[in-house]
């Protein structure tokens, strides 16, 4: 598996929940916890992500950043999978 | 402004053309606008005499409506763009939303409104029945135009430079009221000289977000209160400074005991009648207001103090005389004559009319 | 983006996905889940990947969408309900090397804005339209749009749209692809990632095509507006699968012949 990451910027996240339903690896979930707006906000709850992009692509505050594996690194990693 | 000098030789033309050849002069940017009667040379011109300037860069586009000639004014202004429309009293109703959306958006720009006899399709006759919309915003909220008001060919050519000079200044749409008949009779005319109003920079102006500057936003929408109160402030505040640009003209007003007050066409009729009267000894002086607004408030005020009353001539059903009213605050009485829906009083029904309410007066005062 | 971040085990990532530059810093007033934000999402992605930001002039009429501009680091203009087409208009006409664009929704583009919007087009006039439609006028309330479907209730259709009061949702795209003056019409969605991806192509051309003088480029976007329709934004996903791609087809309507 390729490894990745978001960040999720909790103050502008207004929890409507399209990443948590684009995410194909079900990593993203509601916090039981409020932002400053009174929304629950996102988080990533397990370490499945793979950088693949789809969530920050849906979410409508452009509140998430992805990070994933380096290229190089990438190709080394599938070659052992 | 100043009337410079100029050597061009005099030319036969059209009110409308006169404006339309002044526009070009005057390097317009873009003209938007849409047929209608009395006015329609306008644009005719334009599409005929711009192709021919191969020294000029200016767009001339026939729109679908008065509705989107408006707006296309009020994207060409809020980009930075010398621009301008015209049309007729039904059309000028349409442009009202837009109209409004300009002054609070504070883009320069030039509407010209050649009226016409109203209300409805009304007929194309001349009237100076728009005086109200042009002069109390037309459109909704508080907001005034700066309106010139033409009696002459002359003027018809004129005024477009210094509408657009008072528009730039003051950064607020500026209007020409005219009517059909200054839109349509040709007189002489000494063109106002080309290239002849120069450009300012615009900052605020939508040309693109460059790296040194914030991005530049126009925009009349102004949500919280707090905000838009702030705004309204500002307008009310440019309009005072405004009214330092007040222009009029006066006729025999030194001696006069009988104050003509009208502007445009009227101010044209009443220059017949104060010389008719002064044959018969009566002693009639006019006002012409040039800027209907700002108003001339203070000068007729003036002027109240040695007549003995006022009569206000227009083409409608009495507008500009609500000015003239409050301009002197029941001094002396002002008397109405006004005829409507295309037709034009003559001087000789005017004097007449003098005559009577001078009786009225005078058997009042035994 | 080139930021990178190290995790515990060692191992190096690189960002590849990060808020556009050219929005501002401005958090969006929009509901939770409304596609708006998502289209101004890819609006500036495009904008920063063509490197176009002193070069594009935005014009957001009324709508929930008119505010566009303190989102988008660009120039703009906002327009009155319905007439962005005339505005633009005006904007492109005297700086004809700009990039110039419309964000428009149905109730201002298909309805008010009727005429603006067809005249522009058949001008061909040199723009990118976007179109968004949710079927509804969100800003007012939720009120019935051109747009609204057949028996689908809002505000003022509180029983239903009916047809016979009220005639068909109007496919305006349809409409503006049989215009000469149109070279590129498209109808798009961003329910899901695949979909913002595809829109984000379209754009791309849209603004390229704009920059070769090919005329009118028209991007409907079929989206949400989970507080009209009274839905949680995951659930206007379903409704936009099972309810309105059916009436509003997605895909390219007119595509350049080349
Ligand atoms: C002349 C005028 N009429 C009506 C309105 C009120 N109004 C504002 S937005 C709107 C509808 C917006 O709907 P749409 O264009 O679909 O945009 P959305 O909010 O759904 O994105 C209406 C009717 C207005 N601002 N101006
Ligand atoms: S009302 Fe509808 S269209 Fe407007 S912001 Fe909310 S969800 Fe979006
Ligand atoms: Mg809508």
Redesign the interface.
């Known amino acids: 598996m390729i490894k990745g990451t978001v960040k999720i910027d909790a103050k502008i996240c207004k929890g409507c929940e399209l990443c948590i339903v684009a995410c194909p690896q079900n990593a993203l979930a509601l916090s039981p916890n409020f932002n400053d707006k009174g929304y629950r906000y996102v988080e990533l709850i397990y370490d499945a992500c793979t950088g693949c992009v789809n969530c920050a692509l849906v979410c409508p505050e452009a509140a998430i950043t992805v990070y994933r594996q380096a290229k190089s690194s990438k190709k080394s990693q599938l070659k052992s999978e | 402004m100043e009337k410079e000098i100029r050597k061009e030789e005099p030319r036969l033309m059209k009110g409308n053309e006169a404006l339309a050849e002044a526009a070009i002069r005057a390097d317009i940017d873009a003209y938007f606008g849409y047929p209608i009667t009395p006015q329609s040379e306008v644009i005719e011109y334009l599409m005929r005499e711009v192709p021919n300037r191969k020294d000029k860069k200016i767009v001339v586009l026939q729109a679908e409506s008065e509705v989107a000639s408006i707006n296309m004014v009020y994207g060409a202004a809020g980009a930075g763009a010398r621009v301008m429309t015209s049309s007729s009293s039904p059309g000028i109703s349409l442009m009202q939303e837009g109209i409004s959306y300009i002054a609070s958006a504070q883009l320069p720009c030039l509407i010209v409104n050649v009226v016409r006899g109203g209300p409805g399709l009304g007929t194309i006759q001349p009237s100076q029945g728009d005086y109200f919309q042009a002069t109390k915003g037309g459109g909704h909220g508080d907001y005034h135009l700066i309106v010139l008001a033409p009696a002459s060919v002359q003027e018809m050519a004129d005024f477009v430079f210094d509408a657009f000079h008072l528009a730039e200044k003051y950064r607020n749409p500026a209007m020409i009221l005219a009517d059909g008949a200054l839109g349509q009779m040709m007189e002489k005319v000494v063109l106002p000289p080309d290239g002849g109003l120069s450009k300012q920079p615009k900052p605020w102006a939508t040309t693109g977000k460059t790296k040194d500057r914030n991005h530049n936003i126009i925009t009349s929408l102004f949500i919280q209160p707090e905000e838009m109160e702030k705004v309204n402030l500002e307008l009310q505040k440019k309009y005072e400074a405004m009214q330092s640009e007040v222009r009029w003209e006066e006729f025999q007003t030194d001696d006069a005991e009988i104050l003509l007050v009208a502007f445009g066409l009227s101010a044209r009729i009443c220059q017949k009648v104060v010389d008719l009267g002064r044959e018969k000894g009566i002693k009639i002086g006019l006002l012409r207001p040039i800027t209907l607004y700002p108003f001339p408030y203070k000068r007729i005020d003036e002027l109240a103090d040695k007549v003995e009353f006022i009569l206000d001539v227009e083409m409608n059903a009495g507008q500009m005389v609500e000015d003239v009213r409050l301009a002197v605050e029941g001094k002396v009485p002002v008397y109405f004559k006004g005829r409507m829906g295309g037709m034009i009083a003559t001087p000789e029904e005017i004097l007449q009319e003098i005559e009577a309410i001078h009786e009225k007066q005078n058997v009042l005062h035994d | 983006m080139n930021e990178k971040?190290l995790?515990d085990d060692g191992?190096?990532?690189?960002?590849?996905?990060?808020?556009?530059d050219t929005?501002t810093d401005v958090?969006?007033h929009?509901?939770?889940?409304?596609?708006?934000?998502?289209v101004h999402?890819v609006l500036m992605e495009v904008v920063d990947e063509l490197d176009i930001?002193?070069?594009?002039?935005g014009?957001a009429p009324v709508g929930c969408s008119?505010?566009a501009?303190h989102y988008?680091?660009?120039?703009?203009?906002?327009?009155?309900h319905g007439?962005a087409c005339?505005?633009?208009?005006?904007?492109k006409?005297?700086?004809p090397d700009?990039l110039v664009f419309t964000y428009q929704g149905d109730g201002d583009l298909a309805a008010i804005g009727t005429?603006?919007t067809i005249?522009t087009v058949n001008r061909g006039e040199n723009i990118l339209i976007v179109f968004i439609n949710n079927g509804i006028y969100g800003m007012t309330g939720g009120q019935m749009a051109p747009t609204t479907l057949p028996g689908m209730v809002t505000s003022t259709s509180p029983y239903g749209r009916d047809i016979h009061m009220s005639g068909y949702p109007l496919k305006i795209t349809e409409l503006a692809a049989q215009l000469p003056g149109a070279y590129y019409v498209t109808r798009q969605s961003?329910?899901?990632?695949n979909a913002?991806?595809k829109l984000k192509k379209a754009v791309t051309k849209a603004f390229e095509y704009q920059m070769q003088n090919k005329g009118t480029c028209f991007i409907e976007v079929v989206s949400n507006c989970?507080s009209g329709w009274k839905m949680?934004?995951?659930e206007t996903?379903k409704y936009l699968e099972e309810v309105m791609f059916p009436y509003y087809p997605l895909g390219d309507v007119k595509v350049p012949k080349e």
């Open positions: 971040l995790l191992t190096e990532l690189e960002q590849v996905f990060c808020r556009p929005l958090p969006y929009y509901c939770p889940g409304c596609g708006h934000s998502v999402n930001q002193d070069k594009t002039i014009v008119v505010f501009y988008m680091n660009i120039d703009m203009q906002e327009a009155a007439r005339a505005v633009a208009t005006g904007i006409r005297v700086l700009k005429a603006e005249h961003v329910h899901n990632p913002v991806r989970p949680t934004p995951v996903i």
